[in-house]
């Protein structure tokens, strides 16, 4: 859990970072495989992740960056799974939608929509029994808010009283498909009441919001009265995948969103609100762009898994 602003300030540096200097490595041909980029949504990940503890446990989603980089995943090792290479946190196998570190509460991302949902509620039930006090984040987008298994978790999770972080960051877009297309009401936080858990509608651009509404939910959870939906109002800066050419929107709604960057916003909290200096902002900016650039060189000169290692860590062969 994190309370110190400059740390919030750091990691949502970290992820947009991240996000810009690896849409470079693809337009580069440097990448292997899609990005799916988390550009516009770092508040998310870092708001409800300040509110975590290393014990608690995430379930990403293929859009998972932000969500393992909050959560305190080593950057080097990150940037190297990216890049499919051996120093990888899971030795180069997971790759862009599948890093993991459960040593510090990170199960995974998941290519299956909605596919996490499901696991981040075995967590929470897994942390219900061991009685201590532990709680477990689904992190999932709007699209999956439409898959069964949503709703299966969500009733679930209200019946059993699960301490279960249900995080639906609603980016208005699956793929191509506006999310208004596809729903009779908006507002996916409603849903809740159905089920009989809180609902929750946040401004997922506004990190010190997103951590408040996480903070109530975690408090919840570990207080064993259940499960919380917390929907984040949030935009998707790039396509879908990188080189999407987003037929589907107009460039004038994504520079309306833009106005609303959750980095430039909360730096604006630190300087005029904090009195935190200009020089120490600048400081850590460049600081970050730093450890970013020095994981990127790591990543692109490490080996690729050797061959001969194909089928290590392969259950069943
Ligand atoms: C079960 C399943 N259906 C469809 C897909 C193809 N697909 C990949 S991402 C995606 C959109 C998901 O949208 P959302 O959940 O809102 O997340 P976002 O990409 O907006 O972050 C789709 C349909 C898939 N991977 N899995």
């Known amino acids: 859990m994190s309370q110190d602003p400059l740390d919030t300030y750091r990691r949502l540096l970290l992820i947009r970072e991240c996000e810009a200097q690896l849409n470079d490595l693809f337009a580069k041909n440097l990448f292997p495989g899609y990005i799916h980029s988390y550009l516009g ?12 503890t290393d014990t608690d446990q995430i379930v990403s989603n293929h859009r998972g960056r932000g969500h393992y980089l909050a959560k ?12 499919g290479k051996a120093t990888g946190v899971c030795g180069g196998r997971g790759g862009e939608m599948h890093a993991a570190d459960p040593s510090i509460g990170i199960l995974g991302g998941n290519g299956i929509v909605g596919g996490g949902i499901p ?5 929470a039930l897994s942390a219900q029994m061991d009685g201590k006090g532990a709680v477990a984040v689904a992190f999932f987008g709007e699209g999956a808010s439409n898959n069964g298994s949503f709703a299966e978790t969500m009733n679930v999770a209200a019946a059993w009283k699960l301490p279960l972080i249900m995080v639906c960051e609603n980016n208005l877009y ?3 498909t506006p999310f208004k297309d596809t729903v009779g009401q908006p507002d996916i936080a409603l849903r809740a009441a159905g089920y009989g858990l809180p609902g929750e509608i946040v401004d997922g651009n506004d990190v010190l919001a997103v951590r408040e509404a996480a903070g109530r939910a975690v408090a919840r959870a570990r207080a064993g009265e259940g499960p919380t939906l917390l929907e984040l109002k949030t935009y998707r800066w790039g396509g879908h995948f990188e080189g999407d050419p987003r037929k589907y929107r107009t460039r004038e709604e994504e520079a309306e969103w833009k106005a609303h960057c959750p980095v430039a916003r909360f730096r604006k909290v630190l300087s005029d609100d904090r009195g935190i200096a200009e020089v120490r902002l600048a400081e850590l900016e460049k600081e970050v762009a730093g ?9 692109l000169e490490s080996p690729l898994p050797e061959a001969r290692t194909a089928l290590s860590k392969v259950f069943a062969a």
């Not at 949504?41 to 975590?52: F, N, P, R």
């Not at 450890?291 to 990543?299: C, G, M, N, Y």
Request: proline residues 2%.
């Open 41 to 52: 949504q770092e508040a998310c990940a870092v708001g409800v992740c300040d509110a975590l």
């Open 72 to 83: 305190g995943m080593a950057l080097k090792p990150m940037m190297a799974e990216m890049l």
């Open 119 to 123: 696991i981040a509620a075995g967590a």
């Open 174 to 176: 699956a793929e191509m």
């Open 291 to 299: 450890e970013v650039a020095d994981a990127i060189v790591f990543a």
